[in-house]
C-alpha cells in the first residue's frame, strides 16, 4: 500500500509560502531552463500533502475538489451512456474514488506523463482504473473507444501552443456524442490566482481563461462548448454555496469547467 506520510519531508506546510526553499523536491531542468516533461515524478509522493496545504485557506480538502468535479459531470451526463471514462493527466488518482461511486459500472482509464504519479495511483486504487504512460504526444488508445474524457487541472501545465493538438487527441479517442470535460483554475479569480503562485508544483504552470480554453476546444472540432464558473465561496460561507448554481456564468469562481460533446 501506498503510505504519504513516509515520504513526506518534515515541516511540509512551511514549503508553501516559501518556493525558494531548499528543501523544495527537486526538479528537472532540461535545455534552455524549461522544466521536463514528467515534472510531477519529482514531487509526485508529496503531491497530496502540498495540494492541501496551499488550499488550507479555502478550508476544504483536496478530496473535496475532488469529488465536485466528478459530482458535476455526473449530473452534466445524468440520462447518458458512460461506460467508458478517460481521465487525462490522471495524477496519483485523486478523482478515482469519485468515479467509483458515481459511475461505479464504467470502466476507467487514466492517463499521465507521470510514471511516478501513475504508480501511486495504482498502489492506492488497486483494480479500480487501469494506469497508462503517455508520452505527452499520442494517446496509447483507439479511436472512439471513451463515452467520457475527463481533464483536472492538467492544462495549465501544458504548454499553451500544444493545446489544441491535445485537444484533437482527446476529440480522436471519443466515440460521436461523446463528452468531453476540462476543469481549470479560474486567472480571473485573484484568490487562485494567489494560490498558484505560492503553490511549489505550480510553478511553471500558466493558466488559461475559460473563454480561450472555449476557443482552443472549438479548433479542436468540439462545436458549441459551454463554461460553467465554480467554487464561489470557501468552507466558511458555506451555507451560500446553494447560491453557486446561480453564478454559473460569473466569471469569477476559483475554477471552471468547460464541456462540449463531439458531433
Ligand atoms: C495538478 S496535477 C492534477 C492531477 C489530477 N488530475 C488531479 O486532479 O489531482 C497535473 C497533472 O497533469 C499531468 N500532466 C502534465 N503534462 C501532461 C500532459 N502533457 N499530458 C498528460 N498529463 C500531463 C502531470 O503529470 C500531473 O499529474
Redesign the pocket.
Known amino acids: 500500500m501506498y503510505d504519504e506520510k513516509a515520504h513526506l519531508p518534515d515541516g511540509i506546510a512551511g514549503l508553501i509560502l516559501k518556493s525558494s526553499t531548499p528543501t523544495m523536491p527537486q526538479r528537472v531542468v532540461g535545455r534552455n531552463g524549461v522544466l521536463a ?5 519529482n514531487i ?1 509522493h508529496e ?1 497530496r500533502s502540498l ?1 492541501a496545504a496551499n488550499i488550507k485557506i479555502s478550508g476544504e480538502s ?1 478530496e473535496y ?2 469529488e465536485y ?1 466528478i459530482r458535476d459531470v455526473a449530473a452534466l451526463t445524468a440520462g447518458e451512456k458512460v461506460s467508458r471514462i478517460l ?6 488518482g ?2 478515482v474514488p469519485y468515479f467509483r461511486r458515481y459511475f461505479p459500472e464504467a470502466g476507467l482509464t487514466c ?4 510514471k511516478v ?1 501513475l504508480n501511486i495511483g495504482e498502489s492506492r486504487f488497486p483494480g479500480q482504473a487501469t494506469f497508462q504512460l ?1 508520452d ?1 504526444r499520442t494517446l496509447p488508445l483507439s479511436d472512439e473507444s471513451f463515452d467520457l474524457v475527463f ?4 492544462f495549465h ?2 504548454d499553451h501552443a ?1 493545446h489544441v493538438s ?1 485537444l484533437q487527441e482527446l476529440h480522436r479517442v471519443l466515440r460521436p456524442r461523446g463528452r468531453l470535460v476540462i ?1 481549470e483554475h479560474n486567472p480571473l479569480n485573484p484568490l487562485t490566482v494567489h494560490a498558484v503562485n505560492t503553490c511549489p ?2 510553478e511553471n504552470a500558466k493558466l488559461v481563461t475559460a473563454r480561450v480554453m472555449c476557443a482552443r476546444f472549438k479548433a479542436a472540432g468540439f462545436p458549441n462548448p459551454i463554461i460553467t464558473y465554480r467554487i464561489f465561496f470557501p468552507h466558511i460561507l458555506e451555507k451560500l454555496r446553494p447560491l453557486e448554481a446561480h453564478l454559473a456564468w460569473l466569471p469569477l469562481g476559483a475554477q471552471y469547467f468547460v464541456a462540449a460533446k463531439k458531433s
Open positions: 516533461g514528467a515534472e510531477f515524478d509526485a503531491y495540494h483536496p475538489f475532488a468535479k481521465d487525462f493527466g490522471a495524477g496519483i485523486a478523482s492517463v499521465d506523463v507521470s504519479s503517455f505527452g481533464a483536472a487541472c492538467v501545465h501544458i500544444e491535445l476543469f508544483f505550480d
